[in-house]
């Protein structure tokens, strides 16, 4: 790869045709006047609303893989990876604009830190500022308390505080457990060195997965406050995809038991069976109609089932 650009750009694109124009147009806007070489691929995971097109039209320097079905985020982030040749590698979600200086920062910045292996800029709202994105890695007390009926409790805000980064602000400089893969900078013997994305965590968790993974090979994560900004429209990819919470419980579900093994997979089922009883709850209180009631209540209880059977 001595003769590969710099950085290589990987975009996951999936019917977010006007959000990924404006993140290519940054990205060209980013490379005008850059001392460093870039490499743009676009993985379209089989758009139905022109995006695949828009891009061959508009950005012909950009390569484009068009998907002929959507096969998930890791199994498309692992497509991109495959075939870039940087030295550099930069995951970047199409619902980003990375503002210019943002990326050659974040390259010298990875560079200069040999136990440093990933970088993660400040994501910023349209207001300007910061998103709260980074995370500690779940650990079984949070598969207890997210979202059940501890969550609200003094244990379960302590747990979930912590989880969360609440002892941060995002105001500085940090090493972190893991950024999100909205924005991800890493060096490519990083990936040599863990290999790709797990395809099983489909559409949620890889991100969490790949950076455990790369802690445990030894390498740091940093995420870099000062002299980055990419603006994020939050939820503007994940919040189209139609079986949402089905995906979000099986890739949990999926990434515990790869790092808790049994008791990682009791703790997730027990708060899911809790989950889907309150969801129950919930509709018999809403749902005048008792066939509509029963309706809704047996695709919970099958999904549950679906899931709890994996």
């Known amino acids: 790869m001595a003769d590969g650009p710099d950085i290589s750009l990987i975009v996951l694109s999936w019917n977010t045709l006007e959000l990924t124009r404006a993140c290519l147009r940054e990205l060209e806007n980013c490379a005008k006047d850059s ?24 950005f012909p320097r950009a390569r484009l893989e068009r998907n002929q079905e959507n096969v998930g985020y890791a199994r498309g982030v692992n ?26 920062y974040m390259a010298e910045y990875l560079m200069a830190n040999p136990n440093i292996g990933v970088v993660a800029p400040r994501l910023v709202n349209p207001d300007g500022t910061s998103q709260r994105a980074c995370m500690r890695f779940p650990d079984l007390k949070v598969a207890l308390a997210y979202d059940t009926a501890l969550e609200h409790t003094q244990f379960g805000d302590k747990i979930l505080n912590y989880y969360k980064y609440e002892d941060w602000g995002h105001d500085q400089d940090a090493f972190v457990d893991q950024p999100p893969g909205t924005c991800l900078m890493l060096k490519r013997e990083v990936y040599d060195s863990v290999g790709p994305m797990d395809r099983m965590l489909w559409l949620f968790f890889n991100d969490v997965d ?101």
Request: proline fraction near 2%.
């Open 210 to 310: 790949w950076c455990l993974r790369i802690r445990r090979a030894g390498w740091d994560i940093r995420y870099l406050h000062e002299n980055t900004s990419v603006l994020h429209h939050i939820g503007q990819s994940t919040s189209r995809f139609p079986t949402f919470p089905y995906e979000w419980h099986k890739n949990r579900l999926h990434f515990y038991r790869k790092h808790y093994h049994a008791m990682g997979v009791f703790f997730v089922k027990i708060a899911m069976i809790y989950i889907a009883a309150r969801e129950v709850v919930r509709m018999r209180k809403n749902l005048e109609s008792t066939r509509e009631f029963f309706t809704h209540a047996g695709q919970v209880v099958r999904a549950l089932g679906g899931v709890l059977l994996m």
């Open 79 to 104: 497509q991109g990876l495959a075939l870039a040749t940087g030295r550099l590698l930069t995951l970047l979600g199409s619902d980003t604009e990375v503002r210019v200086g943002t990326l050659e």
């Open 35 to 58: 001392p460093l070489s870039y490499e743009t691929i676009v993985i379209d995971n089989h758009s139905e609303d022109g995006s695949a097109d828009m891009i061959a039209q508009e």
